[in-house]
T-cell receptor, first 112, second 117 residues
């Protein structure tokens, strides 16, 4: 039982490049989330998926797209990376009926 | 608007002593929940404790307790008998309703706790 896994762990992009951050969970959770954490700040919600095929925008969705491929996987795509998207990205999942979210280890992204 | 405020950027505590980390919140929801997460230097987010807005008793989990004062809109974390391994960033978070009616979390800016031997 690996919990929530994220790939890659680290990534450096040039401005304008695109990439997809991958997230998978093996706990059969319905809800999945993407957050970003900037230095000295708490996590901010980018997108949320309550179930396969549904997504909702969070606090800071601009510049990102998401895809809930199936129950296990929830990917985050940056179409044209900007330096302002330099951050640590966390994926999380939550079982139905529970309040606690389980977090992945994070992806540290730098955009130059 | 939903907001979590943590006014202590950093705190020091001696090993074996108790420490209180402050958290105040603002929400328009009638039903909400408050969480504390720990983030060690390795970066992962570790769930510590949860308090529902309608829970009458303060939540406790081992050495962690949440001092919930609804009228004051505060949800302070108390760590008893601090250990060196408690040194980390601590985030207060609140469950709130998105426009769609679904629930999400909003986080405070965190408090860095350092436990001294």
């Amino acid at each position: 039982n690996a919990g929530v896994t994220q790939t890659p762990k680290f990534q450096v992009l040039k401005t304008g490049q695109s990439m997809t951050l991958q997230c998978a969970q093996d706990m059969n959770h319905n809800s999945m989330y993407w957050y970003r954490q900037d230095p000295g700040m708490g996590l901010r919600l980018i997108y949320y998926s309550a179930s396969e095929g549904t997504t909702d925008k969070g606090e800071v969705p601009n510049g990102y797209n998401v895809s809930r491929l199936n129950k296990r996987e929830f990917s985050l795509r940056l179409e044209s990376a900007a330096p302002s998207q330099t951050s640590v990205y966390f994926c999380a999942s939550r079982p139905t009926g529970a309040y606690e979210q389980y977090f992945g280890p994070g992806t540290r992204l730098t955009v130059t | 608007a939903q907001k979590i405020t943590q006014t202590q950027p950093g705190m020091f505590v001696q090993e074996k002593e108790a420490v209180t980390l402050d958290c105040t919140y603002d929400t328009s929801d009638q039903s909400y929940g408050l969480f504390w997460y720990k983030q060690p230097s390795s970066g992962e987010m570790i769930f510590l404790i949860y308090q529902g807005s309608y829970d009458e008793q303060n939540a406790t989990e081992g050495r962690y307790s949440l001092n919930f004062q609804k009228a004051r809109k505060s949800a302070n974390l108390v760590i008893s008998a601090s250990q060196l391994g408690d040194s980390a960033m601590y985030f207060c978070a609140m469950r709130y309703s998105l426009d769609t009616g679904r629930r999400a979390l909003t986080f405070g800016s965190g408090t860095r706790l350092q436990v001294q031997p």
